[in-house]
């Protein structure tokens, strides 16, 4: 295994991504028959498959996705390389990745533009996705942050808060409880809900809620992996749904969405921008940390919930 070569890893990386040798070739100038050769030179030296012929293309095995975990972490250190160089030359340079759970899209793009004005030099690369392809990108080295509600388990992190995180019981504007104050949670369950997908923040401080108020557990009508699909949902009439008080201002402000004042809400949860704790940072990517703790607060948006909600319940997730 010594003899194995960047030319051969990025061979394996081009083979992942293309999941054909014939388009990996293409990508890589070489021809099927050199790249074929070279993959079989590689499997022969590790005495493992890399990849399973299946009949929708080449498909990494277990040993070829520990082979491009490497690749991913190499990535990131020639990145990391490169904005210290940049650096020692006297440039603000370098190359920052952020990864950002769906919810946190509404101003996170804030952030970065607040950032890239201060560093124009500096790219960034902002990754949104659901909270499971988060924290792949964190684990996988593929990005240098992420901004999330519950740092992930299992993962040496860093983290610091960001700020208050209130979630809130939307529904249309013409729903009967509209104009009751303080309902009791249990008032909800003949209600028909809208949920986010399994694994999601969201969806685990709904069932959380009723757990812990001893209601029972209402059924879901609708699995939405969207926010601005779950909201239009809504709208619509077709369900009500617990969600981030932080993406839904303009849609309350023109009147096509209104809050729920229920007992106890809203439940406020907390936004976190999280680092792993063994990644060692260049230039760009402290000076993107720091100004993320210090300032990016400032630029969450206005979280609108009823007047009467003065007692709020705190959830630490």
């Known amino acids: 295994m010594r003899n194995l070569t960047f030319k051969q890893f990025d061979a394996v990386a081009a083979i992942a991504r293309r999941g054909s040798v014939a388009r990996a070739a293409r990508e890589l100038h070489l021809t099927p028959a050199a790249l074929t050769a070279r993959l079989r030179q590689i499997e022969s030296e590790l005495g493992l498959l890399l990849f399973d012929r299946t009949p929708d293309g080449l498909r990494p095995t277990e040993a070829g996705r520990a082979m491009l975990a490497t690749v991913e972490r190499v990535d990131a250190l020639v990145a990391d390389c490169i904005g210290r160089l940049a650096a020692l030359r006297g440039l603000e340079g370098g190359r920052v990745g952020v990864a950002v759970v769906s919810t946190a899209k509404y101003f996170a793009p ?38 999330m509600g519950r740092p992930p388990p299992g993962l040496r992190v860093v983290k610091e808060v960001l700020g208050e995180h209130p979630l809130v019981f939307i529904v249309p504007p013409t729903h009967p409880l509209i104009g009751r104050r303080d309902i009791p949670l249990h008032d909800l369950a003949e209600e028909r809900f809208i949920v986010r997908e399994e694994g999601s923040g969201t969806r685990a401080a709904f069932a959380a809620l009723f757990e812990q108020e001893g209601a029972v557990q209402p059924a879901f009508g609708l699995e939405i992996g969207s926010n601005e699909t779950i909201k239009q949902a809504v709208i619509a009439g077709l369900g009500i749904a617990l969600i981030s008080a932080h993406t839904i201002e303009a849609e309350v402000d023109s009147g096509r969405l209104a809050i729920l004042d229920v007992s106890g809400m809203p439940i406020r949860r907390t936004w976190f921008v999280v680092r792993r704790a063994d990644k060692e940072f260049g230039p760009a990517a402290q000076a993107f940390w720091d100004f993320v703790v210090a300032e990016a607060g400032a630029v969450l948006p206005r979280a609108l919930v009823p007047a009467a909600c003065a007692a709020a319940k705190v959830s630490e997730s």
């Open 110 to 147: 804030r952030i970065v533009a607040a950032f890239s004005a201060r560093h124009p030099r500096i790219e960034i690369r902002l990754f949104i996705g659901n909270r499971a392809e988060t924290i792949a990108r964190l684990r996988d080295y593929d990005a240098d942050f992420a901004i």
